[in-house]
Structures are given as structure tokens and as C-alpha cells.
């Protein structure tokens, strides 16, 4: 059974910092393209990172772009986003997700398959 569990939300003070972690079980880390979410109140998904676990490749949403980080942790099958420069606009549910690389490919418009249950980031201002 495929499962993710993130970690580490909370609430910081705008341009704070905070990780998250996802870790994956029940799948083969090494072959995943890994996603990173937020759903604002009242708004739609969104996607905000990703990154093709074999060649570490990442993407980003402009929102983000060089303040969001995702790695990957192959031995521990966990993905994380590093997250600086925090505004209260990013106040969100974030949730990670997963899915097989098909064709290379791994990017911003990949539809995911399995998602964690979300962590809350709260940035106040």
C-alpha cells in the first residue's frame, strides 16, 4: 500500500523559514516523480515544486522560485521543500504526491496518484 506522510508545517512570522518532509512507503522511491501542493482557503490546488527522483531535477512554480527548495533523500525515500523567505500569501494546506516517471517526465502539469494527507503552513504578518 502506497502512503505518504508529511511532516513539519507550523506557524512562522512573515519571511520565516520552514521544511517539510514527505516520506514514502510502499513504493519504489528510486522510479518517483515527487510533487508538492498548497491549497489556499477558498482557492484552487496548486502545484509549487516537484522533483524526478533519479535525476534530482526540480521545477517550480513562479511564486516560489528562489525561495522553496525540494530535495530528496533516496536512503531515508523521503522528499523535502525548504521554504525561506516565507509571505503570508504562501498560508496554505501543503500536501506532497507521487506518481511513476513516465517518459522522463516529471514537471509542473504531471497529474499525481497518490498524495499525503497535507501539513498546515501559516505565515503571519
Known amino acids: 500500500q502506497v502512503r505518504l506522510v508529511e511532516s513539519g508545517g507550523g506557524a512562522v512570522q512573515d519571511g520565516g523559514s520552514l521544511s517539510l518532509a514527505c516520506a514514502l512507503s510502499?513504493?519504489?522511491?528510486?522510479?518517483?516523480?515527487m510533487g508538492w501542493f498548497r491549497q489556499a482557503p477558498g482557492k484552487e490546488r496548486e502545484v509549487v515544486a516537484t522533483?524526478?527522483?533519479?535525476?534530482?531535477?526540480?521545477n517550480y512554480a513562479d511564486s516560489v522560485k528562489g525561495r522553496f527548495d525540494a530535495t530528496q533523500d533516496a536512503a531515508k525515500m523521503t522528499a523535502s521543500l525548504q521554504m525561506n523567505s516565507l509571505k503570508p500569501e504562501d498560508t496554505a494546506l501543503y500536501y506532497c504526491?507521487?506518481?511513476?516517471?513516465?517518459?522522463?517526465?516529471?514537471?509542473?502539469?504531471?497529474?499525481?496518484?497518490?498524495w499525503g494527507q497535507g501539513t498546515q503552513v501559516t505565515v503571519s504578518s
Open positions: 522533483i524526478h527522483i533519479g535525476t534530482g531535477t526540480t
Open positions: 504526491a507521487a506518481r511513476a516517471i513516465v517518459a522522463s517526465q516529471c514537471g509542473l502539469r504531471t497529474l499525481f496518484g497518490y
Open positions: 510502499g513504493y519504489d522511491f528510486a522510479t518517483a516523480c
